[in-house]
C-alpha cells in the first residue's frame, strides 16, 4: 500500500481546493467554482469539521507536505435513514499508484476510531471507472445505480456503493 498519511482539513489547504477546482475534478460536482466559491467550500470544511458534520483530509505522501489530494466524509440522508457519504480526488500527476484507495481506507479506519458507526455510501458516477475502482478496493459493496442529485436541479447516474463501519475492517 502506498505511504500515504491523511491530515485534517486546515487554513492552509486553500490552494489545495484551488488546484483541485479543475473541469475533470469538479464535473463530479456540478462545474468548477469561481474564487469566491472555492473560498466559500474551503470555509464550509472548516466550520464543518468543527461542528463534527463533515470531515475532510489532505492526503499527504512523502516529499509533498502540500497534498496531492483529498478525501473525506460527511453527514449523509440514505432514504430517510442516517447515513454516511464520503468523496474523493487524486491530481492528475499522482494518479494510478493507488494513492485513492489507501486513503479512502485509512479514513474509514480513522471514522471508526472517531466511534462512527453509521453505513459510508459513495457514488462515482456510472462513467467513471477509476473511482469505482477505488470503491472496490476500498471494501465498499455495490448496492446498484441510482439517479443522485449533486446539486439542486443537476442529476447524475451513479452507482451506489456501500461499506460498513460497524464490521471489521478488511484484512
Ligand atoms: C478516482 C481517482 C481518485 C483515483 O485515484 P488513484 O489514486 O489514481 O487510484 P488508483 O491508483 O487506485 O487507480 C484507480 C483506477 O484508475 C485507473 N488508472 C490507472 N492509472 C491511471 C492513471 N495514470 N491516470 C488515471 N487513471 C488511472 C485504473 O482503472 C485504476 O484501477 P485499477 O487499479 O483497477 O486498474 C482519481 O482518478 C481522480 O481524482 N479522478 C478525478 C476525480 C474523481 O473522479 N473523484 C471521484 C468522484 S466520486
Known amino acids: 500500500m502506498p505511504d500515504i498519511e491523511l491530515h485534517p482539513w486546515a487554513d492552509d489547504d486553500l490552494d489545495l481546493l484551488h488546484r483541485a477546482n479543475t473541469h475533470e475534478l469538479m464535473d463530479q460536482l456540478g462545474g468548477p467554482e469561481n474564487d469566491a466559491q472555492v473560498l466559500a467550500r474551503h470555509e464550509r470544511y472548516l466550520r464543518m469539521q468543527r461542528e463534527g458534520t463533515a470531515h475532510q483530509f489532505r492526503i499527504v505522501i512523502p516529499g509533498h507536505p502540500e497534498g496531492v489530494g483529498m478525501v473525506g466524509y460527511w ?9 454516511l457519504e464520503s468523496g474523493w480526488s487524486v ?18 479506519d480513522a471514522a471508526r476510531t472517531a466511534g462512527e458507526v453509521l453505513p459510508v455510501h459513495a457514488y462515482p458516477r456510472v462513467d ?14 455495490l448496492l446498484g445505480e441510482e439517479a443522485f442529485e449533486v446539486k439542486p436541479g443537476l442529476v447524475l447516474q451513479t452507482n451506489d456503493w456501500v461499506v460498513d463501519l460497524a464490521s471489521p475492517p478488511r484484512s
Do not use: T
Open 128 to 141: 467513471n471507472p477509476a473511482s469505482n475502482a477505488v470503491c472496490r478496493k476500498a471494501g465498499f459493496r
Open 75 to 83: 453527514q449523509h440522508d440514505w432514504h430517510g435513514e442516517h447515513a
Open 91 to 108: 491530481e492528475a500527476e499522482y494518479r494510478g499508484q493507488g494513492i485513492a484507495p489507501a486513503a479512502v481506507i485509512v479514513m474509514l
